[in-house]
Protein backbone atom coordinates (compact mmCIF):
# COMPACT_ATOMS: atom_id res chain seq x y z
CA UNK A 1 0.00 0.00 0.00
CA UNK A 2 1.33 3.37 -1.11
CA UNK A 3 2.11 5.84 1.89
CA UNK A 4 -0.62 8.42 0.65
CA UNK A 5 -3.15 5.15 0.69
CA UNK A 6 -2.14 4.08 3.82
CA UNK A 7 -2.61 7.87 5.36
CA UNK A 8 -6.01 7.99 3.68
CA UNK A 9 -7.68 4.79 4.64
CA UNK A 10 -6.05 5.41 8.17
CA UNK A 11 -7.45 8.74 8.63
CA UNK A 12 -10.88 7.65 7.43
CA UNK A 13 -10.88 5.18 9.69
CA UNK A 14 -9.73 7.44 12.63
CA UNK A 15 -12.48 10.16 11.67
CA UNK A 16 -14.64 7.30 11.21
CA UNK A 17 -14.02 6.84 15.33
CA UNK A 18 -14.25 10.12 15.96
CA UNK A 19 -17.38 11.01 14.43
CA UNK A 20 -18.58 7.95 15.88
CA UNK A 21 -17.51 9.78 19.47
CA UNK A 22 -19.09 12.75 18.51
CA UNK A 23 -22.89 10.49 17.38
CA UNK A 24 -22.90 8.88 20.43
CA UNK A 25 -21.63 11.56 23.00
CA UNK A 26 -23.74 14.75 21.52
CA UNK A 27 -23.73 16.48 24.66
CA UNK A 28 -20.10 17.99 24.74
CA UNK A 29 -21.01 19.53 20.94
CA UNK A 30 -24.35 20.84 21.82
CA UNK A 31 -23.18 22.80 25.12
CA UNK A 32 -20.79 24.22 23.23
CA UNK A 33 -23.25 25.25 20.29
CA UNK A 34 -25.22 26.87 22.99
CA UNK A 35 -23.15 29.70 24.11
CA UNK A 36 -23.40 31.18 20.52
CA UNK A 37 -26.74 30.84 20.35
CA UNK A 38 -27.36 31.96 23.47
CA UNK A 39 -25.27 35.03 22.74
CA UNK A 40 -27.30 35.85 19.41
CA UNK A 41 -30.25 35.90 21.13
CA UNK A 42 -29.53 37.76 24.19
CA UNK A 43 -27.69 40.49 21.73
CA UNK A 44 -30.47 40.74 19.20
CA UNK A 45 -33.65 40.39 21.74
CA UNK A 46 -32.69 41.88 24.85
CA UNK A 47 -29.73 44.44 23.85
CA UNK A 48 -30.99 44.76 20.01
CA UNK A 49 -32.64 47.78 20.07
CA UNK A 50 -29.60 49.67 21.95
CA UNK A 51 -26.97 47.98 19.58
CA UNK A 52 -28.78 48.99 16.66
CA UNK A 53 -28.92 52.95 17.66
CA UNK A 54 -25.30 52.77 18.87
CA UNK A 55 -23.97 51.20 15.38
CA UNK A 56 -25.56 54.09 13.56
CA UNK A 57 -28.82 52.13 12.60
CA UNK A 58 -32.31 54.52 11.84
CA UNK A 59 -33.57 54.13 15.82
CA UNK A 60 -34.47 51.23 18.13
CA UNK A 61 -34.60 48.43 14.98
CA UNK A 62 -33.15 45.25 15.85
CA UNK A 63 -33.16 44.12 12.88
CA UNK A 64 -30.32 46.17 11.29
CA UNK A 65 -27.93 44.53 14.77
CA UNK A 66 -28.72 40.95 13.47
CA UNK A 67 -27.26 41.89 10.30
CA UNK A 68 -24.95 42.86 12.09
CA UNK A 69 -23.89 40.57 14.82
CA UNK A 70 -24.41 37.49 12.62
CA UNK A 71 -21.54 36.90 10.80
CA UNK A 72 -19.43 37.63 14.04
CA UNK A 73 -21.21 35.05 15.61
CA UNK A 74 -21.01 32.17 12.88
CA UNK A 75 -17.43 32.62 13.41
CA UNK A 76 -17.79 32.72 17.59
CA UNK A 77 -19.67 29.03 16.86
CA UNK A 78 -16.39 28.04 15.14
CA UNK A 79 -14.34 28.93 18.17
CA UNK A 80 -16.76 27.18 20.67
CA UNK A 81 -16.74 24.10 18.43
CA UNK A 82 -12.92 23.59 18.36
CA UNK A 83 -12.47 24.29 22.16
CA UNK A 84 -14.60 20.43 22.15
CA UNK A 85 -11.89 19.63 19.85
CA UNK A 86 -9.38 20.58 22.29
CA UNK A 87 -11.04 18.48 24.96
CA UNK A 88 -11.43 15.20 23.34
CA UNK A 89 -7.96 15.64 22.20
CA UNK A 90 -6.66 15.83 25.84
CA UNK A 91 -9.41 13.23 26.94
CA UNK A 92 -8.29 10.70 23.82
CA UNK A 93 -4.71 11.21 24.73
CA UNK A 94 -4.93 9.85 28.17
CA UNK A 95 -6.56 7.06 26.74
CA UNK A 96 -4.53 3.63 26.32
CA UNK A 97 -5.83 3.23 22.80
CA UNK A 98 -3.71 5.95 21.59
CA UNK A 99 -0.73 3.62 22.96
CA UNK A 100 -1.84 0.97 20.81
CA UNK A 101 -2.33 3.34 18.01
CA UNK A 102 1.07 4.00 17.88
CA UNK A 103 2.63 0.76 18.32
CA UNK A 104 0.54 -0.20 14.91
CA UNK A 105 1.87 -0.19 11.69
CA UNK A 106 -0.52 2.83 10.74
CA UNK A 107 0.05 6.25 8.99
CA UNK A 108 1.23 7.95 12.48
CA UNK A 109 -0.48 11.22 11.24
CA UNK A 110 -3.82 9.33 10.95
CA UNK A 111 -4.55 9.49 14.71
CA UNK A 112 -4.30 14.13 14.39
CA UNK A 113 -5.88 14.22 10.89
CA UNK A 114 -8.71 12.26 12.29
CA UNK A 115 -9.67 14.55 14.64
CA UNK A 116 -8.92 17.80 12.76
CA UNK A 117 -11.34 16.12 9.78
CA UNK A 118 -13.96 15.44 12.33
CA UNK A 119 -13.65 18.64 14.22
CA UNK A 120 -13.87 20.99 10.56
CA UNK A 121 -17.19 18.44 9.78
CA UNK A 122 -18.22 19.54 13.09
CA UNK A 123 -17.77 23.11 12.85
CA UNK A 124 -19.70 23.27 9.63
CA UNK A 125 -22.58 21.35 10.80
CA UNK A 126 -22.58 23.93 14.16
CA UNK A 127 -22.29 26.83 12.20
CA UNK A 128 -25.29 25.74 9.82
CA UNK A 129 -27.13 25.44 13.04
CA UNK A 130 -26.38 28.54 14.47
CA UNK A 131 -26.55 30.06 10.95
CA UNK A 132 -30.49 28.36 10.58
CA UNK A 133 -31.01 30.06 14.26
CA UNK A 134 -30.22 33.35 12.64
CA UNK A 135 -32.25 33.35 9.59
CA UNK A 136 -35.22 32.09 12.07
CA UNK A 137 -34.87 34.97 13.88
CA UNK A 138 -34.75 37.06 11.07
CA UNK A 139 -31.23 37.37 9.19
CA UNK A 140 -31.32 37.44 5.66
CA UNK A 141 -28.50 37.15 2.80
CA UNK A 142 -30.32 37.99 -0.28
CA UNK A 143 -27.87 40.86 -1.47
CA UNK A 144 -24.70 38.56 -1.70
CA UNK A 145 -24.44 36.62 -5.18
CA UNK A 146 -23.60 33.11 -5.33
CA UNK A 147 -19.89 33.51 -5.49
CA UNK A 148 -19.99 35.64 -2.83
CA UNK A 149 -22.01 32.73 -0.80
CA UNK A 150 -19.60 30.29 -1.80
CA UNK A 151 -16.68 32.30 -0.70
CA UNK A 152 -18.25 32.70 2.72
CA UNK A 153 -18.28 29.21 2.89
CA UNK A 154 -14.81 28.57 1.76
CA UNK A 155 -13.95 31.27 4.80
CA UNK A 156 -15.75 29.52 6.97
CA UNK A 157 -14.23 25.93 6.51
CA UNK A 158 -10.44 27.64 6.31
CA UNK A 159 -10.89 29.26 9.01
CA UNK A 160 -12.57 26.41 11.12
CA UNK A 161 -9.15 24.43 9.71
CA UNK A 162 -6.93 26.81 10.76
CA UNK A 163 -8.26 27.07 14.69
CA UNK A 164 -8.84 23.34 14.57
CA UNK A 165 -4.65 23.02 14.01
CA UNK A 166 -4.46 25.22 17.44
CA UNK A 167 -6.77 23.35 18.81
CA UNK A 168 -5.61 20.28 18.83
CA UNK A 169 -2.12 21.51 19.82
CA UNK A 170 -3.97 23.03 23.21
CA UNK A 171 -5.58 19.33 23.74
CA UNK A 172 -2.28 17.84 23.15
CA UNK A 173 0.01 20.02 25.40
CA UNK A 174 -3.10 19.84 28.02
CA UNK A 175 -2.38 16.95 30.74
CA UNK A 176 -6.41 16.99 31.14
CA UNK A 177 -9.86 18.06 29.73
CA UNK A 178 -10.20 20.94 32.07
CA UNK A 179 -6.76 22.13 31.03
CA UNK A 180 -7.59 21.44 27.41
CA UNK A 181 -10.44 24.03 28.16
CA UNK A 182 -8.74 26.37 30.02
CA UNK A 183 -6.27 26.37 27.44
CA UNK A 184 -8.54 26.65 24.73
CA UNK A 185 -10.61 29.47 26.10
CA UNK A 186 -9.01 32.15 24.12
CA UNK A 187 -10.76 31.04 21.00
CA UNK A 188 -14.10 31.72 23.01
CA UNK A 189 -12.64 34.87 24.11
CA UNK A 190 -11.32 36.85 21.53
CA UNK A 191 -14.48 36.84 19.48
CA UNK A 192 -15.74 39.38 22.11
CA UNK A 193 -12.44 41.64 21.64
CA UNK A 194 -13.02 41.65 18.02
CA UNK A 195 -15.37 44.03 15.99
CA UNK A 196 -18.07 40.94 16.09
CA UNK A 197 -20.38 43.02 18.90
CA UNK A 198 -19.72 46.36 18.07
CA UNK A 199 -17.38 48.23 15.39
CA UNK A 200 -13.48 48.97 16.57
CA UNK A 201 -14.07 52.39 16.08
CA UNK A 202 -16.45 52.77 18.54
CA UNK A 203 -13.96 51.05 21.05
CA UNK A 204 -11.41 52.82 23.44
CA UNK A 205 -8.49 54.35 21.28
CA UNK A 206 -6.46 52.79 23.29
CA UNK A 207 -8.24 49.22 22.70
CA UNK A 208 -8.49 49.69 19.14
CA UNK A 209 -5.02 47.69 18.16
CA UNK A 210 -6.33 44.96 19.85
CA UNK A 211 -9.23 44.32 18.75
CA UNK A 212 -7.76 45.16 14.96
CA UNK A 213 -4.77 43.10 15.42
CA UNK A 214 -6.18 39.23 16.01
CA UNK A 215 -7.35 37.09 13.40
CA UNK A 216 -11.21 37.19 14.29
CA UNK A 217 -11.37 40.86 13.12
CA UNK A 218 -10.43 40.69 9.67
CA UNK A 219 -11.99 37.38 9.14
CA UNK A 220 -15.46 38.45 10.68
CA UNK A 221 -15.26 41.79 8.60
CA UNK A 222 -14.59 39.56 5.42
CA UNK A 223 -17.78 37.28 5.77
CA UNK A 224 -19.95 40.32 6.79
CA UNK A 225 -19.25 41.74 3.90
CA UNK A 226 -19.35 38.66 1.91
CA UNK A 227 -23.00 37.51 3.26
CA UNK A 228 -24.37 41.33 3.37
CA UNK A 229 -22.70 41.87 -0.49
CA UNK A 230 -21.26 45.25 0.78
CA UNK A 231 -17.56 45.10 0.04
CA UNK A 232 -14.60 43.46 1.71
CA UNK A 233 -11.28 45.44 0.52
CA UNK A 234 -8.05 44.54 2.50
CA UNK A 235 -9.60 42.34 4.95
CA UNK A 236 -10.06 39.34 2.85
CA UNK A 237 -6.36 38.52 2.44
CA UNK A 238 -5.73 39.70 5.80
CA UNK A 239 -8.59 36.72 7.19
CA UNK A 240 -6.74 34.43 4.74
CA UNK A 241 -3.46 35.09 5.56
CA UNK A 242 -4.12 34.70 9.05
CA UNK A 243 -6.00 31.36 8.58
CA UNK A 244 -3.05 29.61 6.46
CA UNK A 245 -0.70 31.11 9.25
CA UNK A 246 -2.01 29.86 12.18
CA UNK A 247 -3.11 26.37 10.42
CA UNK A 248 0.68 26.00 9.52
CA UNK A 249 1.72 26.88 13.20
CA UNK A 250 -0.87 24.69 14.20
CA UNK A 251 -0.12 21.68 12.23
CA UNK A 252 4.21 21.81 12.74
CA UNK A 253 3.18 22.44 16.70
CA UNK A 254 0.65 19.26 16.78
CA UNK A 255 2.35 17.25 15.20
CA UNK A 256 5.67 17.59 17.02
CA UNK A 257 4.05 17.45 19.81
CA UNK A 258 2.25 13.97 18.80
CA UNK A 259 5.52 12.62 17.45
CA UNK A 260 7.06 13.16 21.31
CA UNK A 261 7.55 10.16 23.31
CA UNK A 262 4.16 9.79 25.46
CA UNK A 263 5.37 10.58 29.28
CA UNK B 1 17.21 -21.99 15.24
CA UNK B 2 16.59 -18.63 13.57
CA UNK B 3 16.54 -15.53 14.55
CA UNK B 4 15.35 -14.84 17.80
CA UNK B 5 11.96 -13.23 18.28
CA UNK B 6 13.54 -10.41 20.31
CA UNK B 7 17.29 -9.35 21.03
CA UNK B 8 18.06 -6.35 22.86
CA UNK B 9 21.69 -5.65 23.92
CA UNK B 10 22.33 -2.82 26.47
CA UNK B 11 18.83 -1.45 26.77
CA UNK B 12 18.98 1.85 28.27
CA UNK B 13 16.71 4.50 29.31
CA UNK B 14 16.66 7.53 31.42
CA UNK B 15 14.23 10.26 32.78
CA UNK B 16 16.38 13.36 33.37
CA UNK B 17 18.55 12.04 35.95
CA UNK B 18 16.55 9.17 36.88
CA UNK B 19 18.04 5.83 35.52
CA UNK B 20 15.00 3.60 34.82
CA UNK B 21 17.21 0.88 32.49
CA UNK B 22 20.59 0.52 33.27
CA UNK B 23 21.75 -1.84 30.89
CA UNK B 24 19.61 -4.70 29.86
CA UNK B 25 20.08 -7.48 27.73
CA UNK B 26 17.44 -9.91 26.57
CA UNK B 27 17.06 -12.52 24.05
CA UNK B 28 13.93 -14.44 23.34
CA UNK B 29 13.27 -17.35 21.39
CA UNK B 30 10.52 -17.38 18.87
CA UNK B 31 7.12 -19.52 19.97
CA UNK B 32 8.71 -18.99 23.55
CA UNK B 33 7.16 -16.87 26.73
CA UNK B 34 9.53 -14.79 28.21
CA UNK B 35 8.45 -13.07 31.63
CA UNK B 36 9.85 -9.78 32.68
CA UNK B 37 9.72 -9.62 36.87
CA UNK B 38 10.06 -7.43 39.05
CA UNK B 39 8.19 -5.32 41.71
CA UNK B 40 6.43 -1.80 40.72
CA UNK B 41 9.17 0.76 39.78
CA UNK B 42 11.57 -1.89 38.35
CA UNK B 43 11.41 -0.53 34.78
CA UNK B 44 9.30 -3.81 33.74
CA UNK B 45 6.80 -1.10 31.49
CA UNK B 46 9.67 0.73 30.19
CA UNK B 47 11.42 -2.28 28.74
CA UNK B 48 7.93 -3.28 27.20
CA UNK B 49 7.43 0.48 25.61
CA UNK B 50 10.83 0.66 24.70
CA UNK B 51 10.76 -2.66 22.84
CA UNK B 52 6.94 -1.88 21.45
CA UNK B 53 8.45 1.14 19.82
CA UNK B 54 6.07 3.60 21.71
CA UNK B 55 8.87 5.21 23.53
CA UNK B 56 12.53 5.33 21.83
CA UNK B 57 15.83 3.93 24.14
CA UNK B 58 18.91 6.11 24.85
CA UNK B 59 21.06 7.00 22.61
CA UNK B 60 23.79 4.97 24.23
CA UNK B 61 21.73 1.65 24.08
CA UNK B 62 22.97 -1.55 21.37
CA UNK B 63 21.39 -2.41 18.90
CA UNK B 64 17.46 -3.96 19.35
CA UNK B 65 16.17 -6.30 16.95
CA UNK B 66 12.44 -7.11 17.13
CA UNK B 67 11.00 -9.58 15.16
CA UNK B 68 14.20 -9.66 13.17
CA UNK B 69 13.92 -5.72 12.30
CA UNK B 70 16.06 -2.91 13.66
CA UNK B 71 14.13 -1.04 16.63
CA UNK B 72 15.66 2.48 15.78
CA UNK B 73 15.63 2.03 11.81
CA UNK B 74 12.41 0.34 10.69
CA UNK B 75 10.17 0.34 13.60
CA UNK B 76 7.41 0.36 11.23
CA UNK B 77 7.95 -3.16 10.52
CA UNK B 78 8.47 -3.92 13.92
CA UNK B 79 5.26 -2.45 14.50
CA UNK B 80 3.42 -4.94 11.77
CA UNK B 81 5.22 -7.77 13.62
CA UNK B 82 4.17 -7.21 17.17
CA UNK B 83 0.71 -6.76 19.05
CA UNK B 84 0.78 -4.92 22.75
CA UNK B 85 -1.28 -5.26 25.95
CA UNK B 86 -0.24 -2.75 28.47
CA UNK B 87 -1.17 -2.05 31.71
CA UNK B 88 -3.88 0.30 31.39
CA UNK B 89 -6.27 -0.79 28.90
CA UNK B 90 -6.23 -0.11 25.53
CA UNK B 91 -9.62 -0.09 24.48
CA UNK B 92 -11.85 2.81 23.56
CA UNK B 93 -14.12 2.99 26.73
CA UNK B 94 -16.50 5.23 24.13
CA UNK B 95 -17.76 2.80 21.54
CA UNK B 96 -18.86 -0.81 22.05
CA UNK B 97 -16.72 -4.13 22.34
CA UNK B 98 -17.61 -5.06 18.52
CA UNK B 99 -16.81 -1.48 17.10
CA UNK B 100 -13.12 -1.70 19.23
CA UNK B 101 -12.38 -4.59 17.35
CA UNK B 102 -13.67 -3.46 14.19
CA UNK B 103 -11.41 -0.45 14.47
CA UNK B 104 -8.70 -2.61 14.93
CA UNK B 105 -9.86 -4.67 11.94
CA UNK B 106 -9.31 -1.58 9.69
CA UNK B 107 -6.43 -0.52 10.91
CA UNK B 108 -5.07 -3.69 9.59
CA UNK B 109 -6.61 -3.39 6.27
CA UNK B 110 -8.58 -6.53 6.21
CA UNK B 111 -11.12 -6.72 3.80
CA UNK B 112 -15.18 -5.93 4.40
CA UNK B 113 -15.76 -9.71 4.55
CA UNK B 114 -12.66 -10.73 6.59
CA UNK B 115 -13.22 -7.78 8.95
CA UNK B 116 -16.62 -9.21 10.11
CA UNK B 117 -15.20 -12.76 10.54
CA UNK B 118 -12.01 -11.95 12.67
CA UNK B 119 -14.46 -9.97 14.50
CA UNK B 120 -17.12 -12.95 15.48
CA UNK B 121 -14.30 -14.93 16.04
CA UNK B 122 -12.11 -13.63 18.50
CA UNK B 123 -15.14 -11.93 20.58
CA UNK B 124 -16.53 -15.74 20.66
CA UNK B 125 -13.40 -16.70 21.78
CA UNK B 126 -12.65 -14.28 24.86
CA UNK B 127 -16.53 -14.96 25.31
CA UNK B 128 -17.42 -11.50 24.73
CA UNK B 129 -20.00 -11.81 21.94
CA UNK B 130 -23.30 -11.25 24.20
CA UNK B 131 -21.60 -7.74 25.64
CA UNK B 132 -20.18 -7.11 21.69
CA UNK B 133 -22.82 -4.45 21.37
CA UNK B 134 -22.41 -2.83 24.67
CA UNK B 135 -20.09 0.29 25.43
CA UNK B 136 -16.65 -0.99 26.57
CA UNK B 137 -16.80 1.76 29.44
CA UNK B 138 -19.36 -0.51 31.09
CA UNK B 139 -17.00 -3.78 30.86
CA UNK B 140 -15.45 -5.20 34.15
CA UNK B 141 -12.00 -5.42 34.50
CA UNK B 142 -11.76 -8.98 33.34
CA UNK B 143 -14.16 -8.12 30.55
CA UNK B 144 -11.90 -5.06 29.50
CA UNK B 145 -8.45 -6.97 29.61
CA UNK B 146 -10.43 -9.89 27.40
CA UNK B 147 -10.79 -7.02 24.84
CA UNK B 148 -7.93 -5.31 25.37
CA UNK B 149 -6.31 -9.01 24.33
CA UNK B 150 -8.77 -9.81 21.93
CA UNK B 151 -7.62 -6.51 20.24
CA UNK B 152 -4.49 -7.33 20.14
CA UNK B 153 -4.74 -10.13 18.15
CA UNK B 154 -6.72 -8.79 14.99
CA UNK B 155 -4.32 -9.25 12.54
CA UNK B 156 -2.02 -12.27 13.75
CA UNK B 157 0.55 -10.66 15.53
CA UNK B 158 3.66 -13.15 16.13
CA UNK B 159 5.55 -11.37 18.93
CA UNK B 160 2.59 -9.99 21.55
CA UNK B 161 3.96 -7.95 24.56
CA UNK B 162 1.61 -8.06 27.63
CA UNK B 163 2.60 -5.80 30.50
CA UNK B 164 1.26 -7.00 33.65
CA UNK B 165 -1.59 -9.08 32.11
CA UNK B 166 -3.90 -9.87 35.14
CA UNK B 167 -2.60 -7.55 37.74
CA UNK B 168 -6.10 -6.67 39.47
CA UNK B 169 -7.66 -9.39 37.99
CA UNK B 170 -9.84 -11.48 40.20
CA UNK B 171 -8.59 -15.51 40.73
CA UNK B 172 -10.93 -17.03 38.28
CA UNK B 173 -9.90 -14.21 35.30
CA UNK B 174 -6.31 -14.63 35.98
CA UNK B 175 -6.69 -18.07 35.03
CA UNK B 176 -8.77 -17.90 32.18
CA UNK B 177 -5.81 -15.27 31.00
CA UNK B 178 -3.55 -17.93 32.05
CA UNK B 179 -4.73 -20.48 29.46
CA UNK B 180 -5.36 -17.84 26.68
CA UNK B 181 -1.83 -16.81 27.17
CA UNK B 182 -0.72 -20.94 26.84
CA UNK B 183 -2.93 -21.32 23.46
CA UNK B 184 -1.50 -18.49 22.06
CA UNK B 185 2.31 -20.03 22.40
CA UNK B 186 0.42 -23.08 21.24
CA UNK B 187 -0.27 -21.54 18.25
CA UNK B 188 3.78 -20.66 17.71
CA UNK B 189 3.09 -16.71 19.15
CA UNK B 190 6.17 -15.41 21.16
CA UNK B 191 5.07 -13.87 23.91
CA UNK B 192 6.97 -11.39 26.69
CA UNK B 193 5.13 -10.67 29.47
CA UNK B 194 5.73 -8.51 32.49
CA UNK B 195 4.65 -9.38 35.91
CA UNK B 196 4.91 -9.17 39.99
CA UNK B 197 3.63 -12.75 40.43
CA UNK B 198 6.60 -15.11 40.80
CA UNK B 199 3.41 -17.71 40.81
CA UNK B 200 2.23 -16.01 37.54
CA UNK B 201 5.70 -16.70 36.00
CA UNK B 202 6.49 -19.97 37.01
CA UNK B 203 2.61 -20.52 35.66
CA UNK B 204 4.04 -19.75 32.29
CA UNK B 205 7.30 -18.95 31.27
CA UNK B 206 9.72 -20.87 29.66
CA UNK B 207 12.44 -17.99 30.41
CA UNK B 208 11.88 -15.49 33.77
CA UNK B 209 14.27 -12.69 33.57
CA UNK B 210 14.35 -10.72 37.14
CA UNK B 211 14.96 -7.12 36.59
CA UNK B 212 16.01 -5.01 40.01
CA UNK B 213 16.99 -1.40 39.84
CA UNK B 214 16.92 -1.07 35.88
CA UNK B 215 19.26 -4.08 35.45
CA UNK B 216 18.93 -7.73 35.37
CA UNK B 217 19.44 -9.49 39.03
CA UNK B 218 19.33 -12.87 37.51
CA UNK B 219 17.88 -14.69 34.61
CA UNK B 220 17.11 -18.07 33.71
CA UNK B 221 14.22 -21.06 34.57
CA UNK B 222 11.44 -20.75 37.06
CA UNK B 223 13.27 -23.74 38.48
CA UNK B 224 16.53 -22.08 38.08
CA UNK B 225 15.82 -18.90 39.62
CA UNK B 226 14.16 -20.85 42.60
CA UNK B 227 16.96 -22.68 42.99
CA UNK B 228 18.88 -19.28 44.32
CA UNK B 229 16.64 -18.41 47.07
CA UNK B 230 16.91 -19.15 50.39
CA UNK B 231 13.60 -18.51 51.02
CA UNK B 232 11.95 -21.78 51.46
CA UNK B 233 10.65 -22.89 54.71
CA UNK B 234 8.29 -24.90 56.86
CA UNK B 235 6.60 -23.02 59.15
CA UNK B 236 5.40 -24.53 62.52
CA UNK B 237 2.71 -22.81 64.33
CA UNK B 238 1.53 -23.62 68.14
CA UNK B 239 -0.90 -22.56 70.27
CA UNK B 240 0.33 -23.81 73.39
CA UNK B 241 3.26 -21.58 74.60
CA UNK B 242 5.11 -24.14 76.47
CA UNK B 243 4.86 -26.86 73.64
CA UNK B 244 6.59 -24.02 71.17
CA UNK B 245 9.53 -23.18 74.15
CA UNK B 246 9.83 -27.16 74.58
CA UNK B 247 9.68 -27.74 70.41
CA UNK B 248 12.28 -24.50 70.41
CA UNK B 249 14.69 -25.95 72.23
CA UNK B 250 14.25 -29.38 70.67
CA UNK B 251 14.72 -27.78 67.27
CA UNK B 252 18.16 -25.80 67.41
CA UNK B 253 18.50 -25.02 64.23
CA UNK B 254 15.14 -23.58 63.62
CA UNK B 255 14.53 -19.56 64.00
CA UNK B 256 12.04 -17.95 66.15
CA UNK B 257 9.22 -16.05 66.07
CA UNK B 258 8.18 -16.00 69.80
CA UNK B 259 5.46 -13.25 69.09
CA UNK B 260 3.25 -15.91 66.85
CA UNK B 261 4.57 -19.09 68.36
CA UNK B 262 6.12 -19.91 64.72
CA UNK B 263 9.20 -22.35 64.33
CA UNK B 264 10.84 -21.55 60.84
CA UNK B 265 12.96 -24.52 59.12
CA UNK B 266 14.95 -23.65 56.31
CA UNK B 267 13.57 -26.47 53.62
CA UNK B 268 13.50 -25.93 49.58
CA UNK B 269 9.77 -27.86 49.80
CA UNK B 270 10.91 -31.00 48.17
CA UNK B 271 9.62 -34.09 49.49
CA UNK B 272 12.48 -35.85 50.33
CA UNK B 273 13.18 -32.96 52.93
CA UNK B 274 10.27 -32.68 54.11
CA UNK B 275 9.90 -36.43 54.75
CA UNK B 276 13.42 -35.99 56.95
CA UNK B 277 11.81 -32.77 58.93
CA UNK B 278 8.83 -35.21 59.67
CA UNK B 279 10.99 -37.80 60.97
CA UNK B 280 12.71 -35.40 62.94
CA UNK B 281 10.04 -33.52 64.18
CA UNK B 282 8.37 -37.27 65.33
CA UNK B 283 11.74 -38.09 67.03
CA UNK B 284 12.20 -34.77 68.67
CA UNK B 285 8.59 -35.67 70.23
CA UNK B 286 7.63 -32.26 68.80
CA UNK B 287 3.57 -31.80 68.00
CA UNK B 288 2.98 -28.19 65.80
CA UNK B 289 -0.77 -27.30 65.98
CA UNK B 290 -0.51 -26.51 62.12
CA UNK B 291 2.20 -26.98 59.67
CA UNK B 292 2.82 -25.13 56.44
CA UNK B 293 5.41 -25.37 53.60
CA UNK B 294 6.58 -21.37 51.82
CA UNK B 295 7.88 -21.89 48.67
CA UNK B 296 10.09 -18.79 47.80
CA UNK B 297 7.99 -16.04 46.71
CA UNK B 298 8.82 -12.82 44.62
CA UNK B 299 10.17 -11.27 48.19
CA UNK B 300 12.15 -13.96 48.77
CA UNK B 301 13.44 -13.63 45.35
CA UNK B 302 13.79 -10.02 45.63
CA UNK B 303 15.72 -9.98 48.95
CA UNK B 304 17.82 -12.66 47.84
CA UNK B 305 18.72 -11.28 44.69
CA UNK B 306 19.09 -7.78 46.34
CA UNK B 307 19.96 -8.10 49.42
CA UNK B 308 23.32 -9.36 49.13
CA UNK B 309 24.14 -11.45 52.34
CA UNK B 310 24.72 -15.31 52.13
CA UNK B 311 23.21 -15.36 49.09
CA UNK B 312 25.14 -17.77 46.56
CA UNK B 313 26.59 -15.63 43.96
CA UNK B 314 24.53 -16.49 40.67
CA UNK B 315 27.14 -18.84 38.23
CA UNK B 316 27.49 -17.36 35.13
CA UNK B 317 25.80 -20.37 33.20
CA UNK B 318 22.77 -19.41 34.80
CA UNK B 319 22.67 -15.91 33.32
CA UNK B 320 22.72 -16.36 29.96
Known amino acids: MSPLTLAVRDSATMLRRNLLHARRYPSLTLNLLLTPIMLLLLFVYVFGDTMSAGIGGDGPDRSEYIAYIVPGLLLMTIGSTVVGTAVSVSNDMTEGIIARFRTMAIHRGSVILGHVIGSVLQSVISVVLVGGVAVAIGFRSTDATVLEWLAAFGLLVLFATALTWIAVGMGLISPNAEAASNNAMPLILLPLLSSAFVPIDAMPGWFQPVAEYQPFTPAIETLRGLLLGTGIGHNGWLAVGWCLGLAVLGYLWSTAKFNDDPK | MTNPAIAANGLRKSYGDKTVLDGVDLVVPEGTIFSLLGPN ?215 RDDESLALQIPSDGSQRELRSILDWLDSAGVEADELTVHTPDLDDVFFALTGGTGIPHQPEEAVR
Not at chain 2, 128 to 134: N, Y
Open chain 2, 41 to 255: GAGKTTAVKILSTLVSPDPASGPIQVGGHDLATDPQSVRAAIGVTGQFSAVDGLITGEENMLLMADLHHLSKRERLCVTAELLERFDLTEAARKPAATYSGGMKRRLDIAMTLVGDPRIIFLDEPTTGLDPRSRHNMWRIIRELVSDGVTVFLTTQYLEEADELADRIAVLHDGRIAAQGTAEELKRLVPGGHVRLRFTDPAAYQNAASALGEAS
